[in-house]
């Protein structure tokens, strides 16, 4: 079944749908209207030889000169071919993809006077399965993401190179291949085709789906080191954290007594302890913050998915045009910084949580680091300095890039996002995050076996979501009895992360919030 855009209202699902799945695009009729209406606009304005910026103007600081009717067709080619000055490794393509789709979306909303065909021909690429070649950097977030969507825009012009059925070719030989014609531009659509904050946009949004099933884990993750460590239950109690008022802290409360419910090893209460640690005790606190601010984020991508973003801004009902600031990152620079350090914080308890499972000071009684035989084997001694790297990385990569602007374009720009790099480096905090929940989810399970393994029939009384994680996970990975390769095991753990198996697997038993 197609997704089909109209500017309006486009899901965040269906994003994921077409940029994984490779779900197939069609433009919605009305959309189609919308589009020709404020085309025929601008011919109109192009003909008067109206002055409208980016038109009958040149660009940034250049927003002063004139430009002739005769030259508009290749002041928008020039604009394409001199912005396109991103470098670096390119993005994956799950993100180009939704770049895509987001532009040709913006586009359909039917402010942008841009042709049907041009914004067709960018739909016809996208489910060809021809994606422009986009290298990471250079993207400052205002006007948008000039570098990295021009050289999305470049491909639909069919120059540059372009990943096509697995190989790197000429963006002409994909076009070819698939009986499309490269788009020759006319007056403002290089503009429409490159202001707009789609491409940080794009990261943000893949890295925003995954965080918010990587919040789930994180709850499972925590659950399962609570059955190892006899976490004492009375912490999840509903009356602290309605109490309180916070919706994340009660949902991720909620998780930990349906995930615990049932539990031998999770106690009421404890002759040896009062109560647990911070790391276990406020865990619902902690985890729920950051469970806010994604769904903070997930309310400002859901917008900005269906937004008008380029400039000038065409109101062909009005008889107006205005060169406004759409195109701005800010909105999406705060909270994809937001987003980073929601993230940075569910990875940072999570090795708090490691260390308390593998120092037999704090330990409560289980073998040193995890393992028979200490000193002969080290068992998880280094799996935890893994996590400690990775938590460490990420304070540096949490540090908000909105707060900072570099003046651009003359100083006619002079201020600016950053929102890419925001966006960029949450897709790196998350990747950590979720190979730090990986090693907390094995070194609970070697914990929990080892429990059972000196007597105390930890895996017999695991509670009902905790038991699924557990048996899930003993499906294909065995306890370590002596040392092993760890990179090899840590690696399938990172995996059941990342393509969700291991919350399916619990959320049969016990639905997450």
Not at 162 to 171: L, P, R, S, T
Not at 368 to 378: T, Y
Not at 441 to 446: I, N
């Amino acid at each position: 079944m197609a997704v089909i855009i109209n500017g309006r209202d486009l899901t965040i699902e269906e994003v994921i749908r077409v940029c994984r799945h490779n779900e197939k695009v069609e433009i919605a009729e009305d959309a189609k209207e919308a589009i020709n209406k404020a085309r025929a606009y601008v011919e109109k304005k192009v003909a008067e030889n109206a002055v409208v910026y980016g038109l009958t103007t040149g660009f940034g600081k250049f927003a002063n000169v004139s430009i002739s009717q005769e030259q508009t067709a290749q002041l928008q080619k020039n604009l394409i071919m001199s912005h396109t000055c991103s470098l670096g490794n390119n993005y994956e393509t799950k993100y180009v993809r939704a770049a895509m789709l987001l532009r040709a979306n913006s586009l359909s909303h039917g402010n942008s006077g841009i042709r049907l065909s041009t914004v067709q021909t960018l739909v016809d690429m996208l489910n060809a399965g021809i994606h422009p070649l986009v290298p990471e950097k250079g993207s400052v977030g205002a006007s948008g993401d000039l570098a990295p969507l021009s050289c999305i825009a470049l491909g639909l012009i069919g120059m540059g190179k372009v990943e096509y059925k697995g190989e790197i070719v000429d963006a002409k030989v994909a076009f070819d291949a698939e009986g499309l014609t490269p788009v020759e531009l006319a007056s403002k659509e290089g503009l429409a085709l490159n202001n707009g904050t789609q491409m940080l946009t794009a990261v943000g949004l893949n890295t925003l789906y995954d965080a918010m099933n990587l919040m789930k884990i994180a709850d499972i993750a925590g659950a399962m080191t609570g059955e190892a460590m006899h976490v004492l239950k009375k912490a999840y109690d509903p009356k602290t954290h309605l109490l309180r008022g916070h919706q994340g802290q009660i949902e991720v409360a909620a998780n930990m007594r349906d995930l615990l419910e049932g539990s031998d090893n999770a106690r009421s209460r404890s002759t040896q302890k009062v109560q647990d640690p911070y790391s276990q005790r406020c865990l619902p606190q902690i985890h729920g913050a950051s469970r806010d601010a994604i769904k903070y984020v997930e309310s400002v991508v859901a917008k900005e998915i269906n937004a008008v973003t380029d400039n000038p801004i065409i109101f062909p009902d009005e008889d107006d045009v205005i060169s406004g600031g759409n195109f701005h990152g800010q909105p999406m620079a705060l909270a994809f910084d937001f987003l980073g350090i929601a993230l940075a914080e569910l990875a940072n308890v999570s090795e708090r949580r490691q260390d308390r499972m593998v120092n037999p000071a704090m330990s409560e009684g289980l073998p040193g680091f995890l393992v028979k035989n200490g000193g002969l084997n080290n068992g998880y001694m280094i799996a935890q300095y893994a996590s400690a790297s990775m938590v460490s990385e990420n304070k540096i990569y949490a540090h908000p890039s909105c707060v900072d602007s570099i003046p651009t374009s003359g100083n006619q720009e002079d201020h600016v996002s950053m929102g890419a790099t925001s966006a960029r480096t949450a897709a790196m905090i998350l990747d950590n995050a979720q190979k730090v929940i990986g090693i907390e989810l094995s070194t609970a399970a070697q914990a929990i076996w080892l429990r059972s393994e000196i007597g105390e029939h930890c895996v017999e009384g695991l509670g009902k979501g905790t038991k699924a994680a557990y048996d899930f996970i003993r499906e294909t990975i065995p306890p370590v009895e002596e040392d092993i390769i760890m990179h090899d095991q840590l690696v399938k753990f990172d995996e059941m992360v990342k393509d969700n198996s291991i919350l399916e697997a619990v959320e049969k038993v016990v639905p997450l919030r």
